[in-house]
């Protein structure tokens, strides 16, 4: 009885021991799951790198560009100052180089009522004047500014103020007969409108037949 106890006690050992070892498959095959789990675990760490790289390439580059337009915002906010400072300027002093042609002729002038005094030759004095008189007609005429020729013309109220009518025949009706004060042009604007004289056609007469009914 005792020795058939004892001869399955070793037959479980042995079953149980030889249970416990792995085959050389199984063994293979652990390996391989274990690389492969190795492996994936490189190749999720590689791309881990590769995205925190990428990451902060992407970071500097924004950086950089914030950088960029904060320049370009504050030279544009230096270039909108200057241009509005030289913008005034402009505006300010845009009749200097009319003011210094104009301070020519005035010297021309100054000058010639200087030789008035005591002059006995009139005829130099009208010549001095004229010649002021053309310099000053030149440099309006350079800046645009020209004299409107109303006489003859047909009315035109864009062009010029009627001070009264004058009857008459030897012309239309609404003709300019003569001016009062010359209008001016500056370059394609009206800036002073010629006063003028316009002509009206007469009132008829009446007959000696309606003159002696009446009376």
């Known amino acids: 009885m005792k ?28 390996e391989a799951n274990n690389q492969q789990s190795d492996m994936g675990n490189i190749q999720l760490e590689a791309k881990i790198n590769e995205l925190t790289a990428e990451n902060e390439k992407l970071k500097n580059e924004a950086a950089e560009l914030k950088d960029s337009l904060l320049r370009r915002l504050a030279e544009f906010e230096n270039y909108k100052k200057r241009t509005e400072v030289y913008q005034s300027e402009l505006l300010k002093y845009a009749a200097q180089g009319f003011i210094l042609e104009m301070l020519q002729i005035y010297n021309d002038f100054e000058r010639s009522l200087e030789h008035v005094e005591g002059a006995k030759d009139i005829s130099a004095i009208k010549a001095g004047m004229k010649l002021v008189f053309d310099k000053f007609t030149k440099t309006l005429h350079d800046q645009g500014v020209t004299k409107m020729e109303a006489t003859g013309k047909e009315f035109d109220v864009n062009l010029h103020d009627a001070l009264l009518q004058q009857a008459t025949n030897e012309v239309e009706p609404n003709t300019v007969l003569s001016e009062v004060e010359s209008g001016y042009m500056y370059k394609d604007k009206v800036i002073k409108h010629a006063k003028v004289i316009v002509s ?9 037949a309606e003159t002696s009914k009446e009376n």
Not at 9 to 27: A, C, V, W, Y
Not at 200 to 205: G, S
């Open 200 to 208: 009206k056609e007469p009132e008829e007469e009446p007959s000696e």
């Open 3 to 30: 020795k058939k106890t004892k001869d399955k006690m070793l037959h479980n050992q042995k079953k149980s021991s030889s249970g416990g070892k792995k085959s050389n498959k199984e063994k293979n095959v652990e």
